[in-house]
Every structure is written in C-alpha cells, then in structure tokens.
C-alpha cells in the first residue's frame, strides 16, 4: 500500500493507535480511500478542523450512516468537538429527520459515551420554559431567517396553521435557543442534514439563504459540501452544490430588486 503521511497522520488523530481490519481484507480500497479522504478533501476544503467534525457528524445523521456515525465520535472529541455539542447535533436532528431516524444515533450516542467514561446526563443546555417557546421561537426565527419570519406561526391555511406554528415553537423555541451551539453553527448542521438525507431540496435552498444570511458564506457551504464528499456520496453534494448555487443567485437577484 502507499498511502500518504499526511493521510497517515490524519488518521492517527483520529484514531490514535488504531489498525483497521480493513488494511488485511481491503488493502486498495484503504489505500484510496484513506488518500483521498485524509489528504485530498483535507487539503482542498481549508475548514477549521473543530468545524469539519460538526459538519461531517451531521451529515452523517443524515444519511443515517450509524455505524460511521459510532466510530466518529471519539475521532470528533480528539478535534475539539464536545460531547455537549455532540449531543446537541443530535438532538437537532429529531426536527430535521423524525425520532424514527435519528433513535438509533441517540442510543449510538449513549452508548458511546458511556464507554468512553463519558456521564450522562450532560449539563443542561434548555433556555426557555414550555410556555416561552413559541415567543423564544419567534425571536431565534427573526435571528436567523428575518423580519418576514414575524408573526409567522400565525400564517398560513387554517387547516395547516399549526404546522407553521409547530415550526416556530418546536424546532426554533425547542432546539435553536439552547446553548451548546451557536446559531451559525445551527444552520451548519441544519444544511448538512438536508443535503446528506436528499429530497429536501427547496428547504436546503432556504436554509442556503439563513447560512449565508448570518455569515456561512457561500465559499464555506462549499467547503462544506467538499469535506462530505467521501461521507454522503457525489450524487448528494453535488445536488447540495446546485442548491447552494440556486440560493446565492436568488439572494443577488433580490439583492438588485
């Protein structure tokens, strides 16, 4: 095999005094992979290494890749990601995915720790009361999206209102107003999950618009996307990029306006 030192490196931080089994059943495959994913992408996307976990622990949600998921937790914590931050990833990820989906990375999660000494439960991270998230909401909504996002739960058919409703009270006044992560790195993990699960494509364009609203440029959706690559596929990236593209054309146009 000939793989790189700094895919060597890379690997060994992430993995401190790990073999994989695959290096005796899978030689090529690791060879390439391991170049590609712990060199290349790694020389090319220029993230703040700390950023790059949180995308890629998200992204992997996303495409419920669990057992992937599993083994970059300790990897994660080894740059800088915290369990907190770690639990808050997941716990986001309920509004974006549903509980069917994202139970097993919860479980994953707990387990993980666990054996890694790691007690639970984590310090809490809840900012609001069950009776101010809907305000506490509203206000994380304006944040992150803008003024037109006033008076939002109240909007909307008559017949599906609530559903407007619970998007403000549930998955901003639930999850966007705890600690734990900033909002530009909510709307990180909240543009990973939609590119990595598919399908989504008109909210990933809304919350393309959100990241770079509240400063995730275009250049760092990008680089985003590029870190995903060896985690989520082409076919998914390059939708994601095509999204991030529509998104940016959009924001110039009513820019122009």
């Known amino acids: 095999m000939n793989i790189t030192e ?7 931080k992430m993995f401190p005094d790990y073999q994989s089994s ?47 998921f599993n083994a970059m937790i300790p990897a994660a914590i080894n740059f ?41 439960p984590l310090e809490g991270q809840a900012t609001t009361k069950i009776d101010e998230r809907l305000s506490a909401g509203e206000k994380a909504q304006i944040a992150i999206l803008g003024e037109q996002m006033k008076g939002f739960a109240h909007q909307g058919p008559i017949e599906s209102r609530h559903i407007n409703k619970w998007l403000v009270d549930n998955c901003f006044g639930d999850y966007y107003t705890r600690t734990g992560l900033n909002y530009q790195q909510r709307e990180l993990i909240t543009f990973c999950f939609l590119a990595a699960q598919g399908g989504c494509e008109p909210q990933l364009r809304s919350h393309v618009e959100a990241n770079i609203r509240i400063g995730n440029s275009k250049k760092f959706l990008i680089n985003v996307l590029s870190t995903l690559v060896p985690y989520l596929g082409y076919p998914r990236v390059l939708n994601g990029l095509k999204c991030v593209n529509q998104a940016e054309e959009n924001i110039r146009g009513n820019d122009h306006e």
């Open 6 to 12: 700094q895919a060597n490196q890379y690997h060994e």
């Open 22 to 68: 695959f290096l005796q059943t899978d030689p090529e495959f690791i060879e390439r992979f391991d170049n590609f994913a712990f060199d290349e992408v790694i020389q090319q996307d220029n993230l703040e290494e700390h950023t790059r976990f949180l995308a890629i622990l998200a992204g992997l949600i996303g495409c419920q890749g669990i057992e992937e």
């Open 80 to 120: 800088g990601v915290t369990p907190i931050e770690i639990k808050e990833i997941v716990y986001q990820s309920v509004a974006y995915l549903g509980i069917g989906r994202v139970f097993p990375f919860l479980r994953a999660t707990n387990q993980r720790f666990g054996d890694m000494g790691i007690s639970l």
